[in-house]
Nanobody, 125 residues
Framework: HVQLVESGGGSVQAGGSLRLFCASS????????MAWFRQAPGKEREGVAM????????AYGDFVKGRFTISRDSAKDTIDLQMNSLNPEDTAMYYC??????????????????WGQGTQVTVSS
């Protein structure tokens, strides 16, 4: 039974930073893609960043533009998303997702079969 639990969301002012955490359980495969997605009200869910545990390869959405970094904390066994230079357009619910088959586009929601409940990020101007 795979479970993903996000934490670290909150409210910040424009220009600030937040770090999100995704803790997983029930995943037996050592090679998987872990990703962060976000969805703002009235908008489609979009891929923010992906981390492949097999070779630490990463991928980012075009809008990230060097502001975010996805990484794995092996000690805590979490997938972290460090977000810097946040702006109001980053306001959304952020979801952690897992892809155990490692198929399909790395930042497409349809490639991921497991999802967390989400954590809210709100950036004020």
């Amino acid at each position: 039974h795979v479970q993903l639990v996000e934490s670290g969301g909150g409210s910040v002012q424009a220009g600030g930073s937040l770090r999100l955490f995704c803790a997983s359980s029930g995943i037996t495969s050592s090679r998987r893609r872990m990703a962060w997605f976000r969805q703002a009200p009235g908008k489609e869910r979009e891929g923010v960043a992906m981390f492949y545990t097999g070779n630490t390869q990463t991928a980012y959405g075009d809008f990230v533009k060097g502001r975010f970094t996805i990484s794995r904390d092996s000690a805590k066994d979490t997938i972290d998303l460090q977000m810097n230079s946040l702006n109001p357009e980053d306001t959304a619910m952020y979801y952690c997702a897992a892809d155990l088959r490692v198929r399909g586009p790395p930042l497409a929601p349809t490639s991921y079969g497991y999802w967390g409940q989400g954590t809210q990020v709100t950036v004020s101007s």
